[in-house]
């Protein structure tokens, strides 16, 4: 059957609106990344002690948008790398810093206790969270948040171990609900353009 023009304009439009809503899903993963079934049961739910020495929870950061980090402080290399990003994000927030909380919960809480967070932390920046507790709060906290972490055996380690474990940043809304987790090795000024979009 020949199209008459009008049908092929019609076509065509149809075309590019498809084109359009490809090209708008590939350029902003960040809006369907909280629908893979990987990251599915990913919730916010916590009772940690900070380095301060205050019991907290989720509830305790309503209002604000989270940037949680699981890491230690004897980490040698992701860590610190990860915890100077997101310092790096506060710092360009600006007017915005209020609204976005970096938290790191460490992975090693027999010796990541509140004082050795707060000394760690302090090198950083002011406005970071660290959050520690119990081994089997930890793990209740990791498994809510579908994370892995492991004691490794290294002789040349502090206290002859390391810990292996996941290394993204997750982001969650105001209202504690998953958005998307930014892979190691995200920049801060691509976070910083992500969040600019939605704070």
């Known amino acids: 059957m020949k199209l008459t023009p009008l049908a092929k304009a ?35 739910d916590f009772e940690l002690t900070n380095q301060h020495g205050q019991v907290v929870r989720e509830d305790d950061f309503a209002g604000r948008w989270m940037l949680i980090f699981f890491g230690y402080t004897n980490c040698p290399d992701v860590c610190p790398t990860t915890i ?20 790191m919960v460490t992975i090693d809480p027999a010796r990541d206790t509140p ?36 004691r490794t055996n290294e002789p040349d380690a502090p206290d002859g171990y390391s810990m292996s474990h996941s290394s993204s940043v997750y982001l969650f809304d105001p209202r504690g609900a998953y958005i998307r987790n930014y892979q190691y090795g995200t920049s801060a000024e691509t976070i910083l353009d992500d969040l600019a979009g939605r704070i």
């Open 10 to 44: 019609l076509w065509a439009a149809v075309a590019l609106a498809g084109l359009g809503l490809l090209a708008l899903f590939l350029s902003q993963p960040a809006l369907f990344s909280n629908k893979d079934p990987m990251y599915a049961a990913i919730i916010a």
């Open 84 to 103: 100077a990003e997101m310092s790096a994000v506060l710092a360009g927030l600006g007017e915005n810093r209020d609204k976005v909380q970096p938290i």
């Open 115 to 150: 004082e050795v967070l707060a000394s760690y932390l302090g090198f950083f920046s002011p406005g970071l969270v660290g959050l520690t507790g119990t081994a089997e709060q930890i793990e209740a906290t990791s498994d809510s948040f579908n994370i892995f972490y492991a």
